[in-house]
């Protein structure tokens, strides 16, 4: 199984602000200088999602709910309530709280090939300290926030090394891709 960490963050290596605000995402403006439509292309090869609850609460909050009910989610929380407040979805959507391993563990043994962890830095710097992260593509946003959740927002992960494997500038942004070494 591939598990990619794709995400946004800002120049000073930030997922959301200190209110865990994804307002940010803004600044980043499309344009004709590469990347085209590159998420539709990402999501077209993925079967599987892995949300944080922070990540998933701004998305219901901010009248977003959850965009991706076609494909089978996993939410990592402790939050009983919140799977409630996502409401019917295409695919099955279930709560999941516990070691973020075993959930890759078990979403794999269920055969899926090619998951994307949605967010957030909790449940990546989890997810990297267990070994579970095969590929990191990061779009950076041109601004910096100061204080917010990093892209890996743990404590202490075990070192790994990633080989840079694409740069793309997208508008106003840069992505870079990298692979597990």
Same mark, same amino acid.
């Given at each position: 199984?591939?598990? #990619?960490?794709?995400?946004?963050?800002?120049?000073? !290596?930030?997922?959301?602000?200190?209110?865990?605000?994804?307002?940010?995402?803004?600044?980043?403006?499309? %344009?004709?200088?590469?990347?085209?439509?590159?998420?539709?292309?990402?999501?077209?090869?993925?079967? $599987?999602? #892995? #949300?944080g609850a922070t990540?998933?609460?701004?998305?219901?909050? %901010?009248?977003?709910?959850? &965009?991706?009910?076609?494909? &089978?989610?996993?939410?990592?929380?402790?939050?009983? %309530?919140? #799977?409630?407040?996502?409401?019917?979805?295409?695919?099955?959507?279930?709560?999941?709280?516990?070691?973020?391993?075993?959930?890759?563990?078990?979403?794999?043994?269920?055969?899926? /090939?090619?998951?994307?962890?949605?967010?957030? !830095?909790?449940?990546?710097?989890?997810?990297?300290?267990?070994?579970?992260?095969?590929?990191?593509?990061?779009?950076?946003? &041109?601004?910096?926030?100061? $204080?917010?959740?990093?892209?890996?927002?743990?404590?202490?992960?075990?070192?790994?090394?990633?080989?840079?494997?694409?740069?793309? /500038?997208?508008?106003?942004?840069?992505?870079?891709?990298?692979?597990?070494?």
């Open positions: 199984m591939h598990v #990619v960490w794709y995400t946004a963050m800002s120049m000073d !290596g930030r997922i959301a602000d200190a209110a865990n605000s994804l307002e940010f995402l803004n600044t980043i403006r499309s %344009g004709d200088e590469g990347g085209g439509d590159d998420f539709a292309t990402f999501l077209a090869g993925i079967d $599987a999602v #892995v #949300v990540t998933l609460r701004w998305l219901i909050d %901010g009248g977003h709910g959850w &965009p991706h009910d076609d494909l &089978p989610t996993w939410l990592v929380s402790h939050d009983e %309530g919140l #799977v409630d407040r996502v409401g019917p979805t295409r695919q099955p959507f279930q709560r999941f709280a516990g070691d973020v391993g075993e959930l890759f563990a078990t979403i794999e043994a269920q055969g899926y /090939k090619r998951v994307w962890l949605c967010g957030g !830095g909790a449940v990546a710097g989890q997810a990297l300290a267990a070994g579970r992260i095969d590929e990191v593509v990061v779009t950076i946003a &041109p601004t910096a926030l100061g $204080a917010g959740p990093a892209l890996f927002d743990v404590a202490a992960v075990p070192r790994w090394l990633f080989t840079l494997a694409e740069v793309t /500038k997208t508008g106003s942004a840069a992505r870079l891709r990298w692979l597990r070494a």
